[in-house]
């Protein structure tokens, strides 16, 4: 194995793998989008564009959570010969003026930075590069969009690269992603690029079909009826383009719109507005609970119909809360819950699979699961089995009688996860990403997500170091199905995308991704998805 070698390079030891070089080269070029499998070394190749980038000026790479952020602190510290600072919400401004001084790398979560230069406490004008991990990020008014345009209008000598394993399902996606970090091409790399297919482990993807009990037919019926009653009421007023089959997303937009009808009306707005409002709250609380019915099963729909009747009682309950625990729809639903107590099937199904898989020698799982409540039952029930160690790991904000996890039980389980205490990982959505989880032997999605970046992050938990598996949980008649197919086909939409290997796409010139309206306005100037 040959080693990395460089002037800038504390130790040495890390591996010079071609496609990490042949990457770090082109992002040199121009700024560059990177996308490669999690695992495959972005950290890397984001050290060997610093090593070339140190004696231009500063470098900055922002990270979306403290613990990664802390994670590339010590990465970079540990390699790097330069003047390495982390900026988090802990440090104070008054000690981070200094710092913008006197570091030549900073690594920071993206709001501190975007809070310093907005309060005139920095500037990026004399930094060399930007580096946007998870770039997949920048979208809407998250930190990084901001950030972006910034560096770009006062940059001396700017160089922008954004990383992610996972940039969006369509083109158009991608382009604004490249607008908004002032890029102007992208590398990607997958398993059938000559360069990266040796360092690749394939990863066996299976689905586990799971019948619909009738008790949860029955619930998740008697809401739809209401479900159809909220949304037709949205229909009449001009908010949705049909009465009836309206999925969730369809209810957002609902939202949205009349978000934007409340701004433009105030403060004189109709009280038909404030009505359909607390409608499209219904309909949204009513999509949750069919959903929680029908992948996760009676016992956290129950728990999930018990906080909006407990919470409707209070003085200061919101109306949505209020007309849905009277309403007869709701109050019926509630009951054959209360009369049909009982785990969704899919629990024994795990149950059995984890049991097999300890017998034919996997060592460690991670299963995600996107409700606490049912975080909390599996690992209650996988506790059980012989030679199974779960543990949850949840995120930090608390919910009511669930209190979540700070950033040192984080750590401490994840330590005690790598180093064999526990072998199971029970993990809401918070282990997705921005987390330093070791690679497992499976995943196991309890349902199936809709989003293909979703998708992506959560199967690069396995397969880093050798072959991996994923199990996907599906509930046959349910927004299971649903979920799968729009993860699956976004996901082949990605990969047409690059297929070609050279695409022109229409992204703002350097000026107008300067100006004010570069977001409205562009030339159409060749943006290269490279390949190889």
């Keep these: 194995m040959s080693a990395i070698t460089h002037k800038f390079l504390k130790v040495d030891g890390l591996e010079d793998r071609l496609y990490q070089s042949n990457i770090s080269k082109a992002c040199l070029?121009?700024?560059?989008?990177?996308?490669?499998?999690?695992?495959?070394?972005?950290?890397?190749?984001?050290?060997?564009?610093?090593?070339?980038?140190?004696?231009?000026?500063?470098?900055?790479?922002?990270?979306?959570?403290?613990?990664?952020?802390?994670?590339?602190?010590?990465?970079?510290?540990?390699?790097?010969?330069?003047?390495?600072?982390?900026?988090?919400?802990?440090?104070?401004?008054?000690?981070?003026?200094?710092?913008?001084?006197s570091s030549q790398i900073i690594i920071s979560t993206p709001q501190v930075i975007s809070k310093d230069i907005e309060a005139n406490r920095a500037s990026l004008e004399d930094f060399s590069l930007v580096i946007?991990?998870?770039?997949?990020?920048?979208?809407?008014?998250?930190?990084?969009?901001?950030?972006?345009?910034?560096?770009?209008?006062?940059?001396?000598?700017?160089l922008s690269t954004g990383m992610t394993a996972s940039p969006g399902s369509s083109k158009p996606e991608i382009i604004r992603l490249c607008r908004d970090l002032g890029i102007t091409a992208v590398e990607n790399r997958d398993e059938s690029d000559s360069d990266v297919s040796e360092y690749i482990q394939p990863i066996k993807t299976r689905w586990v079909k799971i019948d619909m009990p009738g008790a949860v037919k029955d619930i998740a019926n008697q809401l739809r009826k209401l479900q159809d009653y909220l949304c037709g009421k949205l229909y009449k007023g001009g908010f949705l383009d049909r009465p009836r089959k309206v999925s969730t997303t369809m209810i957002l937009e609902a939202g949205k719109k009349l978000q934007r009808?409340?701004?433009q009306t105030k403060p004189s707005t109709p009280p038909n507005i404030f009505n359909l409002m607390t409608t499209q709250a219904m309909a949204m609380k009513t999509a949750h609970a069919i959903l929680?019915?029908?992948?996760?099963?009676?016992?956290?729909?129950?728990?999930?119909?018990?906080?909006?009747?407990?919470?409707?009682?209070?003085?200061?309950?919101?109306?949505?809360?209020?007309?849905?625990?009277?309403?007869?729809?709701?109050?019926?639903?509630?009951?054959?819950?209360?009369?049909?107590?009982?785990?969704?099937?899919?629990?024994?199904?795990?149950?059995?699979?984890?049991?097999?898989?300890?017998?034919?020698g996997t060592s460690k799982f991670i299963i995600f699961s996107e409700i606490r409540h049912t975080a909390s039952l599996i690992v209650e029930k996988l506790s059980k089995i012989q030679g199974a160690h779960p543990v949850r790991f949840v995120g930090q904000g608390s919910r009511e009688g669930d209190k979540?996890?700070?950033?040192?039980?984080?750590?401490?389980?994840?330590?005690?996860?790598?180093?064999?205490?526990?072998?199971?990982?029970?993990?809401t959505s918070v282990g997705e990403e921005g987390l330093d989880i070791p690679s497992t032997d499976a995943v196991i999605f309890y349902e199936p997500v809709s989003s293909a970046i979703r998708l992506i992050q959560r199967r690069g938990r396995t397969g880093r170091n050798r072959p991996g598996e994923v199990f996907i949980f599906v509930t046959l008649g349910s927004r299971d199905e649903a979920a799968l197919w729009s993860s699956r086909g976004k996901e082949q939409q990605m990969q047409d995308i690059f297929a070609a290997g050279r695409l022109e796409i229409d992204v703002p010139t350097t000026e107008e991704l300067a100006g004010s309206n570069f977001l409205e306005n562009g030339e159409s100037v060749q943006t290269t998805f490279r390949k190889n």
């Design 292 to 360: 929680t019915v029908e992948t996760q099963g009676i016992i956290q729909f129950l728990d999930y119909s018990s906080r909006i009747i407990d919470e409707a009682k209070a003085k200061k309950s919101n109306r949505a809360n209020k007309w849905l625990s009277t309403n007869s729809d709701w109050k019926v639903a509630h009951e054959i819950a209360k009369v049909n107590k009982a785990n969704h099937p899919k629990l024994s199904r795990l149950v059995e699979l984890v049991e097999l898989q300890l017998e034919i």
């Design 261 to 263: 009808r409340f701004a």
């Design 404 to 427: 979540g996890m700070t950033q040192k039980q984080q750590k401490e389980i994840l330590d005690q996860f790598r180093n064999g205490e526990y072998n199971i990982l029970v993990a």
């Design 29 to 101: 070029e121009q700024s560059t989008l990177v996308i490669l499998p999690t695992g495959m070394g972005k950290t890397v190749v984001a050290l060997r564009i610093m090593l070339e980038r140190l004696e231009s000026g500063k470098i900055l790479l922002m990270a979306p959570t403290k613990p990664l952020a802390q994670q590339h602190f010590d990465f970079f510290n540990e390699f790097l010969n330069a003047e390495v600072s982390l900026f988090t919400g802990a440090i104070s401004p008054s000690e981070r003026v200094p710092l913008w001084s």
């Design 132 to 158: 946007f991990d998870e770039a997949h990020r920048a979208v809407g008014n998250y930190a990084y969009v901001e950030i972006g345009r910034h560096y770009l209008e006062v940059a001396k000598n700017h």
